[in-house]
C-alpha cells in the first residue's frame, strides 16, 4: 500500500511503501551484483568470529562485539526473536563465491512501524574497498524503504573511522550532528557522527548508486578477500552447538547497552 502524507513542510512528502509483514516470519534473500544478503544464521558464527569479533581492524571501530563462539551464537538467536517481535532485521553479507557470512547489516525500528530506523554495518577488513559494501547497501536500503516503510534511516559512526564515514557519505547520506561521549569503548568515551538517509532522498539515489557497480573491476579483490577468508575460517576450530544457548544483544553502532525485553 502505497501512503503519501504531507508534513509541515509543503516541500517534503512522507513516501511510505508497504507490502505486509511477512518479513516477520523470516528475511527474503536480497540478491545483488556481488553479493546476496540473507538472514543471520548460526552457521555464520565461525566466521564472523574470525573476520569480525577477532579482528582489531574492525572491533575498533563498532560496539564491543560478542567475543566467544557461544555468545555469537546468543547472538543469533536474539536477532532471530527481534525479527519475530517485529524489532530489528540482521542480514548476513554473502559475496558470491562463499556460503558464510563475510559482515553483517543491522536495521532497528526508533519508532514505531519503522517511521524511523536506524542502521549499522560491519564488513570483514578482507572485503573493504572491494565494492562489497556499497553493493549490499543499496540492497538494504531498498529493503528499509520498500519493505520496512522506513522514512528516516539513521547511522552513527565515531568520528575517527575515516572509512565507514565516508561509505555513509557515498551512498548519499547526510551529517547531521557531532554526538559527544557516544560510545563506549572500555574506560574511553569516543564522539560519533550522525547521519541520516531520507525515503525522498533515495529514490532520486538509487538509479545512480547501482549503475556504479561492475563485478569486472573488482573481480580480482574479492577473488583475493575470499581466498583469504577460506583460509582463516578453516583455520578455526568448529563451533559448539547452539542449543539452548543465552541470548546475546549485539547492536553495531549502538551508544548503550540494548534492552532484552
Known amino acids: 500500500m502505497l501512503r503519501g502524507l504531507t508534513c509541515d513542510n509543503p516541500g517534503i512528502a512522507i513516501h511510505t511503501l508497504r507490502t505486509d509483514d511477512r518479513w516477520r516470519d523470516g528475511l527474503p534473500v536480497l540478491t545483488g551484483n556481488l553479493v546476496?544478503?540473507?538472514?543471520?544464521?548460526?552457521?555464520?558464527?565461525?566466521?564472523?568470529?574470525?573476520?569480525?569479533?577477532?579482528?582489531?581492524?574492525?572491533?575498533?571501530?563498532?560496539?564491543?562485539?560478542?567475543?566467544?563462539?557461544?555468545?555469537?551464537?546468543?547472538?543469533?538467536?536474539?536477532?532471530?526473536?527481534?525479527?519475530?517481535?517485529?524489532?530489528?532485521?540482521?542480514?548476513?553479507?554473502?559475496?558470491?563465491?562463499?556460503?558464510?557470512?563475510?559482515?553483517?547489516?543491522?536495521v532497528r525500528k526508533l519508532q514505531p512501524d519503522f517511521f524511523a530506523a536506524e542502521w549499522g554495518f560491519v564488513l570483514g577488513s578482507s572485503f573493504w574497498s572491494t565494492g562489497i559494501f556499497e553493493d549490499a547497501a543499496v540492497l538494504v536500503a531498498d529493503f528499509a524503504f520498500d519493505t520496512l516503510g522506513v522514512h528516516r534511516l539513521e547511522a552513527r559512526a565515531i568520528t575517527a573511522n575515516v572509512r565507514g564515514n565516508a561509505a555513509l557519505n557515498k551512498i548519499g547520506a547526510k551529517g547531521e550532528a557531532i554526538l559527544r561521549d557516544a560510545l563506549r569503548r572500555g574506560n574511553v568515551l569516543l564522539a560519533q557522527y550522525l547521519w541520516s538517509l531520507r525515503a525522498v532522498d533515495w529514490q532520486q539515489r538509487r538509479s545512480t548508486m547501482r549503475s556504479r557497480f561492475s563485478a569486472d573491476e573488482v573481480e580480482k579483490q574479492i577473488h583475493d578477500a575470499i581466498s583469504e577468508a577460506r583460509r582463516l575460517v578453516d583455520a578455526a576450530a568448529p563451533p559448539a552447538s547452539s542449543e539452548n544457548v543465552p541470548l546475546r544483544p549485539f547492536v553495531i553502532w549502538d551508544h548503550s547497552d540494548v534492552e532484552d525485553d
Do not use: M
Open 36 to 106: 546476496s544478503l540473507r538472514e543471520i544464521a548460526f552457521a555464520d558464527v565461525p566466521s564472523l568470529h574470525v573476520l569480525i569479533s577477532s579482528d582489531p581492524k574492525v572491533t575498533a571501530h563498532i560496539s564491543p562485539p560478542p567475543v566467544s563462539i557461544q555468545a555469537l551464537q546468543g547472538f543469533v538467536a536474539w536477532a532471530h526473536r527481534e525479527r519475530a517481535a517485529g524489532k530489528l532485521v540482521c542480514y548476513a553479507v554473502v559475496p558470491k563465491g562463499l556460503q558464510y557470512a563475510v559482515g553483517l547489516f543491522q
